[in-house]
């Protein structure tokens, strides 16, 4: 019974480029959560996500990031013209239904690295 | 606005002795709180949650409405217990109810 998978582990990226973050859930699970680590910080809610729909994305910043949970596929978390400030590690984690939101399976995280 | 707040960054106890990990939140209403954590080279797990008022791996939680607090304690630490710990609180209501907020985490180490 395979977790939540991210992929890629590891992402380098140069100032400007875009970086893009890709989220497996749980087989069975259609809701989705990404979240983001700053070094020396907590994890900090960024989006929720269901099959093709954005349900809360008030942790998102305003510009060049973007999420998506298309009906086939992994979901997606975007982020476009890249900045140092982006470094971090960005987890995903999904869940079978609201009711049950709370209780969370987390991915392994991608760390994202801006030079 | 909701908060999560764990004062220690980082906790040092022997094997044996006791442990608590602290943990405050701000929130209206009636909260539900929970504890995740982190072994090494694993990723963040559920290790409890205080509605099913259950011990897990010894670990207990009180939900302290007064002090608003929900404190992880365990009365004899395990080497196997270091790992980093977070206490988490899902969003109070609004659209969604999946979103959690958490706190900035307590790494524990367990010295033999």
């Known amino acids: 019974n395979a977790g939540v998978m991210q992929n890629p582990r590891h992402l380098v990226r140069r100032r400007g480029q875009e970086a893009r973050l890709r989220c497996s859930p749980v087989?069975?699970?259609?809701?989705v959560y990404w979240y983001r680590q700053l070094p020396e910080e907590g994890l900090k809610f960024m989006v929720y996500?269901?099959?093709?729909?954005?349900?809360?994305e008030s942790g998102m910043p305003k510009e060049r990031f973007s999420a998506e949970f298309p009906k086939e596929g992994p979901s997606i978390l975007r982020i476009q013209q890249v900045v140092r400030g982006d470094s971090a590690a960005y987890f995903c984690?999904?869940?079978?239904?609201?009711?049950?939101?709370?209780?969370?399976?987390f991915g392994p995280g991608t760390r994202l690295t801006v030079t | 606005a909701q908060r999560v707040t764990q004062p220690e960054k980082l906790l040092s106890v022997f094997k044996g002795a006791p442990v608590e990990l602290k943990c405050n939140y701000s929130y209206s209403g009636s909260p539900e709180l929970f504890w995740y954590v982190q072994y090494s080279r694993q990723r963040l797990q559920l290790l409890l949650r205080h509605i099913s008022r259950e011990s897990i791996k010894g670990f207990t939680a009180d939900l302290n409405k007064g002090e608003t607090s929900f404190h992880l304690k365990k009365p004899f630490a395990q080497e196997e217990d270091s790992a980093m710990y977070y206490c988490?609180?899902?969003?109070?209501?609004?659209?969604?109810?999946?979103?959690?907020?958490f706190g900035q985490g307590t790494i524990l180490t367990v010295h033999p």
């Open positions: 988490a609180l899902p969003n109070a209501g609004g659209t969604s109810y999946g979103k959690l907020t």
């Open positions: 996500l269901q099959k093709e729909n954005i349900i809360d």
């Open positions: 984690a999904s869940s079978p239904t609201e009711t049950h939101s709370y209780e969370q399976y």
């Open positions: 087989k069975g699970h259609s809701h």
